[in-house]
């Protein structure tokens, strides 16, 4: 316990159940017995060690109507909306000591927050999860009008925060050589809710899935497990279970997973000469291209590939995790300097991963030792199916896993709790 509580508001201009960096930043300050105040929308339920806590309130601002409008006139009416309403908030709530702010988004969000901030004499904490202004560009190119503007608000509230925290070392050095920001590296680290589970906490999760895609069921247990004699087992004749999450945002390319799948498949049904069990891919999140994936994958006509698309409750997330034989992340950053917070997710579960390269990825992910790195789309196919081959009884991938299931529990020595206390900690006392 720190000796003097503070009032700490955490300000997310997005979906806070969507939002875990930021979830387990106010778990942390609790912790500690600061009393916390999260701002931002409620669109999602919380897991339940946030809705618990009592010193966390939540403040929710009131979303922007849809209006049928052209594009650039609902951006600057959503704009205009979304400052006047997280502006209302924040002064109906408790005077903060400190003020952490989520980034992206950067509008209007860091002008905000900056400008609250100066009224109440609160010090101003930058959480830099990317760059708002790289995330704008994917869709409307780095010479508009809004991706500057925004990359401009971005360096000046930037340089006048009392505190940066980035989540990589890369990113820290860029915020320092580009706009002289100073920066503090706060990896993600997983909670403790990621982690390995037994068997039988396997089996209770796919049964509980079970019940709501009969892709997952099978007589007497699931089409993983089985129950012999009272007891969970592992059934000889399994599919594989690929796992991936996603956003569904332009910065994850799923035709690329989508196109090695069409190979697996392609490969299973020329003779299947490695001996490649079916495979079960689920894919879990919201987002904007949701509607977009799944037609494309609706359109598969695949006999030993099955795609689920389901959204979770926050507590059975992280046991599907540690159900996977392998996870696949498509993360590309608009930026290069972020790294995949699902990936960490599954390397809390014991999880390896193949894993989109980009810039700054080999702070994460290391190839061959504790997951693969691919490059494109051969490269996935590829590793897909070398991990698959004689699946479950290919001893040299069997080695292999054990490898990398070893590189992971060093991984797991560190949690957010550890990584936080000895990062994050000293700016709040």
Excluded at 373 to 392: G, M, R, T, V, Y
Aim: proline content about 5%; hydrophobic content about 40%.
């Amino acid at each position: 316990m720190t000796t003097k509580p503070k009032n700490v508001c955490i300000v997310v201009l997005g979906d806070i159940g969507r939002s875990p960096r930021m979830q387990y930043h106010s778990l942390s300050l609790a912790e500690h017995g600061h009393i916390v105040d999260v701002v931002g929308y409620g669109e999602s339920d919380l897991h339940a060690s946030l809705k618990s806590e009592p010193l966390l309130s939540y403040h929710y601002i009131a979303p922007y109507p849809s209006i049928p409008l052209p594009r650039f006139l609902n951006y600057i009416l959503k704009t205009i909306w979304q400052a006047f309403t997280l502006l209302f908030v924040l002064l109906i709530i408790r005077k903060p000591d400190k003020l952490i702010v989520q980034n992206p988004p950067a509008v209007p969000s860091l002008l905000v927050c900056w400008f609250y901030s100066i009224i109440i004499r609160a010090n101003l904490i930058i959480d830099w999860h990317n760059y708002a202004y790289t995330i704008m560009a994917l869709n409307v190119g780095p010479d508009n009008i809004l991706v500057k503007l925004t990359k401009s608000i971005e360096r000046f509230v930037g340089q006048r925060a009392s505190a940066n925290f980035c989540v990589t070392n890369a990113m820290k050095n860029n915020l320092e050589e580009t706009w002289s920001i100073r920066a503090t590296t706060l990896y993600d680290r997983p909670p403790e809710m990621f982690h390995p589970i037994s068997l039988q906490d396997k089996h209770d999760i796919l049964m509980k899935l079970s019940e709501q895609y009969q892709e997952l069921w099978s007589e007497n247990g699931t089409v993983f497990t089985r129950i012999e004699a009272g007891n969970v087992i592992l059934k000889d004749e399994r599919p594989g279970l690929l796992i991936s999450s996603t956003s569904w945002t332009e910065d994850e390319d799923f035709s690329i997973l989508l196109q090695a799948l069409q190979e697996y498949e392609d490969t299973y049904e020329m003779g299947n000469i490695n001996n490649l069990p079916s495979l079960i891919c689920i894919i879990t999140g919201k987002g904007p291209l949701k509607d977009f994936y799944c037609k494309k994958i609706a359109m598969c006509k695949w006999k030993h590939i099955t795609v689920i698309t389901p959204w979770l409750e926050s507590a059975d997330y992280p046991k599907l995790l540690a159900c996977a034989d392998l996870g696949v992340c498509l993360h590309t950053s608009s930026s290069g300097y972020d790294l995949p917070m699902k990936v960490v997710d599954m390397f809390g579960c014991g999880i390896p991963v193949c894993a989109y390269d980009f810039k700054c990825l080999n702070e994460l992910v290391h190839h061959e030792i504790n997951g693969f790195i691919f490059k494109d789309l051969i490269e996935l196919s590829k590793q897909l199916q070398n991990w698959f081959a004689f699946f479950p009884k290919n001893k040299e991938r069997n080695i292999q896993k054990e490898k990398f299931i070893k590189e992971l529990e060093i991984f797991q020595n560190e949690r957010w709790r550890e990584n936080w206390n000895r990062v994050a900690l000293e700016y709040f006392n």
